[in-house]
């Protein structure tokens, strides 16, 4: 994973803070950054594809230093090239994230908002969206700072009609416990293979009413035993809230479930139309254009 707070998130607007950090900072808008760097991108694919550096080397005909060196964040293009295939990784996507040449494109999307908070070393996105018409808003996972998410809603004087979680992980749940005890009457939803006490269960194909917003329920397991993807039709766009099922040039780990998570991303989210909002359980918003183009784990299956 990337150091914290090195580039621009591109879509939203940002709020970087928790409490603690907020005792000895000024809260203040951050650029997030991409959530996985050029070896994050490759561990995962040697992990999810159940390689070694000893079978790249031998495919590859790279020295075995030259695959650690690689596997430990050293950019080199004749290197990314040569595994990039081994790796079933688009190379040319590959190499711009190492260069650090590619971040989602700028965009802003009235309505959506992104909370980022601490969990270890690592950041977690909690989202708020909202229609501007009825104030009605939706929850997508809670990351570890309800403060956050209840002074937004309170602060836009929004009313939240439901939570739902994308998947179990304790970082996208940990809030839940706060977040109930302050607004009792929510509406919790979970994936019905990933339990969470008092949660509705969800499963593919349900459809729920959040006051005036409408959730649709896509299966994105790999990642999670039972991950969903929640898709929200809002204005002229569709909106997605995806967990760690895809991040902006990446995705989940997934190395006991490596292909299901793979072939359901590209049917189940990168099969929307181009211009939806994906919204991830870390790192920066991105769209399903960006994604189809430049996420090395994808890119491959969607050139012309
Ligand atoms: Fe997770």
């Known amino acids: 994973m990337q150091a914290l707070f090195t580039t621009f998130n591109p879509s939203v607007t940002e709020e970087v803070a928790n409490s603690e950090a907020a005792l000895t900072f000024p809260i203040h808008p951050m650029k997030i950054p991409l959530e996985d760097d050029y070896e994050d991108i490759l561990q995962k694919a040697l992990s999810g594809w159940q390689l070694?550096?000893?079978?790249?080397?031998?495919?590859?005909?790279?020295?075995?230093?030259?695959?650690?060196?690689a596997l430990d964040g050293c950019v080199e293009e004749v290197t990314a090239r040569a595994l990039a295939p081994l790796l079933q990784l688009d190379a040319d996507a590959?190499?711009?994230?190492g260069k650090r040449s590619w971040e989602p494109a700028r965009e802003r999307f009235t309505g959506l908002k992104q909370i980022s908070t601490a969990f270890r070393n690592?950041?977690?996105?909690?989202?708020?969206?909202?229609?501007?018409?009825?104030?009605?808003?939706?929850?997508?996972?809670?990351?570890?700072?309800?403060?956050?998410?209840?002074?937004?809603?309170?602060?836009?004087?929004?009313?939240?009609?439901?939570?739902?979680l994308t998947h179990a992980h304790a970082d996208h749940i940990l809030a839940l416990p706060a977040l109930r005890r302050e607004l009792p009457h929510l509406s919790?939803?979970?994936?019905?293979?990933?339990?969470?006490?008092?949660?509705?269960?969800?499963?593919?194909?349900?459809?729920?009413?959040?006051?005036?917003?409408?959730?649709?329920?896509?299966?994105?397991?790999?990642?999670?035993?039972?991950?969903?993807?929640?898709?929200?039709?809002?204005?002229?766009?569709?909106?997605?809230?995806?967990?760690?099922?895809?991040?902006?040039?990446?995705?989940?780990?997934?190395?006991?479930a490596w292909q299901e998570a793979l072939t359901a991303v590209r049917r189940q989210i990168l099969s929307l139309p181009g211009d939806t909002v994906l919204c991830p359980g870390h790192g920066p918003a991105t769209t399903v254009k960006e994604e189809r183009r430049h996420n090395p784990f994808h890119a491959l299956h969607f050139k012309d």
């Open 94 to 97: 590959l190499l711009a994230i």
């Open 188 to 256: 919790v939803y979970a994936p019905s293979g990933e339990p969470v006490s008092s949660a509705i269960p969800l499963s593919a194909g349900h459809c729920i009413r959040a006051g005036t917003l409408t959730v649709e329920v896509r299966s994105t397991p790999g990642h999670s035993p039972d991950g969903l993807t929640y898709l929200v039709p809002l204005g002229d766009r569709n909106i997605a809230f995806v967990g760690d099922a895809l991040f902006a040039g990446s995705m989940g780990g997934a190395a006991n």
């Open 122 to 164: 690592m950041r977690v996105n909690a989202w708020i969206l909202h229609d501007a018409n009825s104030g009605d808003a939706a929850i997508f996972d809670t990351g570890t700072d309800e403060k956050l998410l209840l002074d937004y809603l309170r602060g836009n004087k929004l009313t939240p009609r439901g939570l739902f």
């Open 52 to 69: 070694d550096v000893e079978t790249l080397h031998s495919r590859s005909g790279l020295s075995r230093a030259a695959v650690t060196n």
